[in-house]
């Protein structure tokens, strides 16, 4: 299957051929014709949308980003949104009314069927970025006492319109989860066996109140396509899909990448981003920076009569702050995403902490020995002294701040992830400062 956009795509568009280009990208898959939708002009989005059936159109529409997703509805008359809304996942129509402004999402909310207008409330009552938000009210449930044959004529009967029916759902007769079983153990199963046979009662649940990145924990932990959401007697409420889960975990991964070189998280693709909203996004961090900053040019000043009578100190200040800066951004990146991971907990920071000492020693005695060596040269023994004990005071207290910022934040409820590579750079600087002047003036009058 040949999907690249070559001249004749381009052609089409140019001459407004609507309907041959509908006929080109037909067999196309919905993820293609998505990214076709991306590289064209603004202005022929809508018309080509318009002009896909409507079958692959929603298909399309889930794989747009949000941004462009908001950017059609609004284009779209109200007949054509409503016949979109109707087609549209519960999940994927949650997010998209999570992102639109409140006039737009009245207006979205008003071209819902009764039905569904009752399901979109109920999932909009959830916390943003809580499983609720994510999961979908469309599953498939059979009861213990079915017989499996009977099971799968359930399946059969009202699994056609479900993207997924992998999972199997078992539950009682007040719809409480009893069992979660894959479709191939029914399938194999003897017909005239009951459910209960196969069943051994244990599954996996989120509470829709749980942060959505439980569910990417959880189903990478297990495995899993899908996992079922309960309330808090344990009643099946919907369930979280492998595609939902990973579209949020690339999402979750993005944000921490830009909030770890100090950027707010963009919430759009990085070329549809205006210049305003790219400097919005950065000033504010680069701006407390420099403040942050600001307390290492005093910290110099402070002891600007050390500095001047012994000017060899400033040959290695570079040298003793970048290591700082460079060891205690390592250390963070390795706590944030093992926080994020659930390799380490909230809990294990003493422990952490014992463990990168020992570790930041180790790097310390090391980069120590050696800026010693280059004090030797640079600036004789008792240079070489000073800046053989601030490199290894330095790398320890920095690697120190890199494993203590990452567990506050998570402790104050506030991103780990803020603790990004500048924010601990900038701090290591000061401290880095003040630990080196502080030796530098002990030990030169000791030594004078």
């Not at 039905?115 to 409330?121: H, K, M, S, Y």
């Not at 002891?303 to 060899?312: D, F, G, H, R, V």
């Not at 040298?319 to 990146?333: D, E, K, R």
């Not at 800046?387 to 998570?410: D, E, Q, R």
């Amino acid at each position: 299957m040949n999907t690249s956009s070559g001249p004749e795509i381009e052609v089409l568009i140019e001459k407004r051929n609507w309907s041959d280009l509908r006929v080109l990208v037909a067999d196309w898959p919905a993820p293609e014709i998505a990214d076709l939708l991306l590289r064209i002009a603004k202005s022929d989005r809508v018309l080509l949308f318009r002009f896909l059936p409507r079958r692959i159109s929603t298909q399309v529409f889930s794989h747009l980003n949000t941004e462009l997703q908001v950017s059609l509805v609004k284009e779209l008359t109200d007949e054509e949104t409503r016949q979109l809304l109707e087609r549209l996942e519960p999940d994927d129509r949650t997010h998209l009314f999570e992102e639109l402004p409140g006039r737009a999402t009245q207006r979205m909310l008003n071209l819902l069927s009764p039905e569904d207008l009752v399901e979109a409330r109920k999932l909009l009552g959830y916390p943003e970025e809580s499983v609720g938000r994510l999961m979908t009210p469309d599953y498939i449930a059979v009861r213990a006492e079915w017989t499996i044959n009977h099971s799968l004529e359930h399946i059969r009967r009202i699994g056609k319109d479900l993207d997924s029916i992998a999972i199997v759902y078992v539950t009682d007769s007040h719809w409480k989860l009893v069992d979660a079983i894959e479709l191939q153990q029914l399938v194999l199963a003897t017909p005239s066996d009951l459910v209960s046979s196969i069943m051994d009662c244990s599954f996996v649940a989120l509470s829709p109140y749980s942060d959505r990145e439980k569910a990417v924990s959880l189903m990478g932990k297990y495995d899993l396509f899908s996992l079922p959401v309960v309330d808090s007697e344990g009643v099946l409420l919907g369930l979280v899909a492998v595609d939902d889960v990973m579209d949020v975990a690339e999402e979750e991964a993005t944000e921490d990448f830009q909030k770890s070189a100090a950027v707010e998280p963009l919430k759009m693709r990085y070329d549809e981003a205006s210049i305003l909203s790219l400097y919005r996004k950065r000033i504010p961090w680069l701006t407390l920076l420099v403040f942050v900053n600001l307390a290492a040019s005093s910290v110099i000043a402070a002891y600007e009569e050390t500095l001047s009578s012994a000017i060899a100190l400033a040959f290695f200040i570079p040298l003793l702050i970048g290591s700082g800066g460079n060891a205690g951004a390592q250390v963070a990146t390795l706590m944030v995403r093992a926080l994020a991971t659930g390799d380490v907990m909230a809990k294990q920071w003493f422990h952490t902490l014992l463990k990168e000492l020992a570790v930041g020693g180790s790097l310390g005695v090391t980069m120590g020995v050696t800026a010693w060596v280059f004090g030797l040269f640079r600036g004789g023994p008792e240079i070489a002294i000073v800046v053989g004990l601030a490199m290894l005071s330095i790398v320890v207290v920095a690697n120190s701040i890199g494993v203590i910022l990452p567990f506050l934040l998570s402790r104050m409820g506030i991103d780990p992830a803020v603790a990004s590579s500048p924010l601990i750079t900038s701090i290591a600087d000061v401290a880095g400062l003040a630990i080196y002047f502080w030796l530098a003036s002990s030990f030169l009058e000791g030594f004078s």
